[in-house]
């Protein structure tokens, strides 16, 4: 079974490959970008028993969104997981307060050998689509919201009969044609 680790960073990802028997496999570099992800996916394909290949990185917000869906559809699985439970992995491990990218990606790597590997659910693409798609419309109502308040103060205190007049939703304004 091999485990990498990958540490997030907006224009390179840090990779550290390391088997169950704690021997290194690879360390490298790759770039944000779709050909940077072709040489990991020709790393992992170069790897023994596939179907035991174990990914983990640092929920990181968007960085890693190209990668997380560059591995599902390589048919790779992968966890996500809360960078304070690294932190404190890394602090039980060593009292050392060395914090490099090469070191993340290792720590990483080691810490997924320690837990439960539950990886992250396919078909997270559509779920984090209408996540933002559901905040974006609710900003939207909030900034109508905040603009209805802002003309209605200004109306009150230039057109005061304004408001009273259109209050009433049975009121027919006389049609001009």
Not at 21 to 43: A, H, P, Q, R, W
Not at 84 to 98: D, Y
Not at 103 to 130: N, Q
Request: net charge positive.
């Amino acid at each position: 079974m091999c485990f990498v680790g990958i540490d997030i960073s907006k224009y390179k990802h840090d990779c550290f490959i390391i088997t169950e028997s704690s021997d290194v496999c690879n360390s490298f570099t790759i770039k944000n970008n779709s050909d940077g992800f072709e040489e990991l996916l020709s790393v992992l394909n170069s790897l023994d028993n596939q179907e035991q290949i174990k990914i983990g990185f640092e929920s990181t917000g968007h960085y890693a969104l190209n990668l997380k869906l560059f591995l599902e559809k390589a048919h790779y699985s992968f966890m996500e997981f809360n960078p304070v439970l690294l932190a404190k992995f890394n602090k039980s491990q060593s009292l050392r307060r060395t914090k490099t990218d090469a070191i993340d990606c290792a720590s990483i790597a080691r810490w997924l050998m320690t837990v439960e590997y539950k990886p992250h659910p396919i078909g997270f693409y559509h779920t984090y689509s209408l996540k933002s798609l559901t905040r974006l419309r609710d900003s939207l109502v909030k900034q109508r919201s905040f603009y209805i308040v802002k003309i209605t103060n200004v109306l009150d205190h230039i057109f005061p009969e304004f408001k009273p007049l259109f209050d009433n939703r049975s009121v027919k304004l006389p049609s001009i044609f």
